[in-house]
């Protein structure tokens, strides 16, 4: 069996990618499939955790823009966020891979409250922990939940899984055909171009921690397997580029 890069990892997977193309809501064929994915890197013998989005169901952005209190709005993207985690967890201990979800806003009965050795105690056991509710506070995204959970439980790499986007452009390609996607970038040339990788507090986090991102599609299968591989799939994002 090849030997996979990273010994514990962070998977962040955006809340679009699980909706699969009806774009809105939960795909349970998607689920089906990261979750399988999932299972392959962990019968690798890799520690994975998952952060969730929500923009399948809620985006606290959008919904302060039509009028909702932001933080009001940020906590119902939050909550959206758990029903994602939980979708994912059925679909992965039905394929006989242990589970726990762990939340940010406490909901005791659905779910753990986020402990980070209990986080990591799970991950040492080969558990997949699941961290949703994202960082339990309004005003920060699931990136940011993604590179403060991956500073705390010493991931050494996180697994940007997009939709169908395969990597970061220097332009948006379903609206420029010649968009440019870059193989390699440093944190710095992310933070100064403003490309839309993770926002700005995320890929802060992420440079200060010294951990690198690897941007890819879920579109293809296996690509997860392949980004933990080290082949030659999506924007590698480190401290040079």
Known sequence: MDKPKYRRVVLKLSGEALAGEQKFGIDANVVQDVAQQIQEIVDMGVQVAVVVGAGNIWRGVAGSAGGIDRATADYMGMLATVLNALAL??????????????TAIEMREVAEPYIRRKATNHLDRGRVVIFAAGTGNPYFTTDTTAALRAAEIGAEVILLAKGTVN????????????AKMFKRLSYLEVL?????????????????NGIPLIV????????????????DIGTYVGGES
């Open 89 to 102: 967890q059925d679909a992965l201990e039905k394929i006989g891979v242990p589970t726990r979800v762990q």
């Open 216 to 231: 890819f599609g879920l579109a293809t299968h296996g690509n997860i397997r392949r980004a933990l591989l080290g082949e």
């Open 167 to 178: 990597g970061v452009y220097d332009a948006d390609p379903k609206q420029v055909p010649d």
């Open 192 to 208: 100064q171009r403003g490309l839309k990788v993770m926002d700005a507090t995320a890929t802060s986090l992420c440079m200060d």
